[in-house]
């Protein structure tokens, strides 16, 4: 749609190569942010921690949700919200089991993996 926007701003008569690429940016952002506003209360609580706290380790992540809502979920419901948030590639957990932070995907290095 981006692409397609951007194409007819140009007046081409069809979308360009150029005019794909270009739109892969503003798309990754409409994709993150629309996945953001659709995740459900709890989840969305975890990721403003984490956003606010820039990394955080799990007991302290934990703590802080705690302290944000009037009935916290349980630790293992806690663990299957931020299971999810990595695959949906909003957060990542970076390190194995006592040594894990969460962090935010950072939208700059999926454009180098990518080859961007």
């Known amino acids: 749609r981006s692409a397609a926007r951007r194409a007819e701003r140009q007046g081409l008569a069809s979308i360009t190569d150029d005019a794909l690429e270009a739109a892969i940016p503003d798309a990754r952002t409409a994709i993150r942010r629309k996945t953001v506003e659709g995740l459900i209360e709890h989840q969305r609580v975890l990721y403003d921690v984490i956003a606010d ?3 955080i380790e799990p007991g302290e992540l934990y703590e802080k949700y705690e302290r944000r809502v009037a009935e916290p979920k349980t630790n293992r419901t ?8 990595v695959h949906y590639d909003l957060i990542e957990a970076v390190g194995k089991r006592r040594g894990r932070t969460y962090r935010l995907v950072d939208e700059d290095d999926e454009d180098d993996e990518n080859g961007e």
Request: aromatic fraction near 10%; glycine fraction near 10%.
């Open 53 to 55: 706290a820039g990394e």
């Open 78 to 85: 806690l663990r299957n919200y931020l299971t999810k948030m």
